[in-house]
């Protein structure tokens, strides 16, 4: 806010230079512009005397717009810097001074000078980092004038919505917190947009016609892993059975020896047929039980061996010749073995 003392020098400032405008040109004659502009600043200096200042600004920037004169420019920066509009005011005090050049009065530029150097710690800096070449800045809305940044942006202290635009590029949208003669940067990077084109499915893919049926075909080639692994598995399970039948062949034929030295025993006691069941009939059972068992696994041991023979020649075989075979085995009355299924 500008203090009581500051508006009473803007109002003498802009009475005397306004008249000495209108002085100099008074032998041509007014024009409708001048006096019109004339009117506007008066009443600007009215409205200064009653500290409103939006009504003051609107009123010099018409003025001056009608009858652009540099004096005015001091009054309109006077103006926004009683508003808190401090980067705006940087600007046009820095305009009085260049379109004023010589004609301006040494204690007007000291005023003019010494407002920037007040003004200029009270702003904050945005600095945009990573901004290609040829995008647009916009800051609450406004586009900024300047098509290079390496220097930072100078904003009134405050929230501000900052948008970075450029064609083919997706927009960047961004809130930032500006603090007074402090720095904040944003990163620019924009993101290219996806078109149609990179978006489009492919052309399906045109089938190749079969080929006749008659014509000779090339083999596929065998998938080497998977026969690889089923020849291993049919090793495994060839020596897994062989051993198993060969344990159970053992097993028989022990429990065969004792039926065998069990049954002698019974016939050199009882003589012909004198065994009974009430004198030795416990051996008996024992004798028939060692016989069942015995037929058991002979037969089952038997069998299992020759199916594991025949897993462990098939997988041999196999490297040569590529036919499935299938070994399941095959029970019974009276029998029991193995059945082989494939082409030798």
């Given amino acids: ?59 010099f920037q018409e003025a001056h717009r009608l009858y652009p004169k540099p004096a005015l420019l001091y009054n309109i920066a006077m103006c926004q810097k009683a508003l808190y509009r401090y980067v705006e005011a940087i600007a046009t005090f820095k305009r009085f001074l260049e379109e004023g050049g010589g004609m301006i009065k040494p204690d007007m530029r000291r005023d003019a000078e010494a407002a920037i150097a007040q003004l200029k710690p009270l702003v904050g800096r945005l600095r945009i980092a990573d901004a290609p070449v040829g995008i647009k800045v916009l800051i609450d809305d406004r586009e900024v004038e300047r098509t290079q940044f390496d220097e930072p942006l100078l904003l009134d202290p405050g929230v501000h919505t900052v948008r970075v635009i450029k064609e083919g590029y997706v927009p960047l949208r961004t809130t930032v917190q500006v603090a007074s003669n402090a720095e904040v940067t944003i990163s620019a990077e924009l993101e290219p947009t996806v078109t149609e084109s990179q978006t489009a499915v492919p052309p399906a893919t045109v089938a190749r016609p079969a080929p006749p049926t008659d014509a000779p075909r090339e083999a596929e080639p065998e998938s080497l892993p998977s026969t690889a692994s089923r020849r291993v598995g049919l090793k495994t399970a060839g020596w897994l059975a062989a051993a198993v039948g060969a344990g159970t062949l053992i097993g028989g034929v022990v429990t065969g020896v004792m039926a065998l030295g069990l049954n002698a025993e019974l016939k050199e006691e009882c003589g012909d047929g004198l065994c009974t069941e009430e004198n030795r009939g416990g051996d008996l059972d024992r004798r028939d039980t060692l016989a069942v068992t015995t037929n058991v696994m002979l037969t089952v041991g038997g069998t299992l061996a020759v199916a594991g023979g025949a897993l462990l020649f098939f997988s041999y075989k196999g490297e040569r010749d590529r036919s499935p075979v299938a070994v399941s085995p095959s029970v019974g009355p009276g029998f029991a073995g193995a059945t082989l299924t494939g082409r030798f």
Avoid at 8 to 17: A, F, Q, Y
Wanted: proline residues 5%; glycine residues 6%.
């Fill in 1 to 59: 806010m500008i203090h009581t003392s500051r508006p009473m020098v803007v109002m003498s400032l802009t009475v005397s230079t306004f008249l000495l405008g209108w002085t100099l040109d008074a032998e041509c004659g007014p024009s409708d512009d001048e006096t019109k502009g004339k009117e506007r600043a008066s009443q600007g200096i009215e409205y200064i005397k009653q500290e409103n200042y939006p009504a003051a600004l609107d009123a």
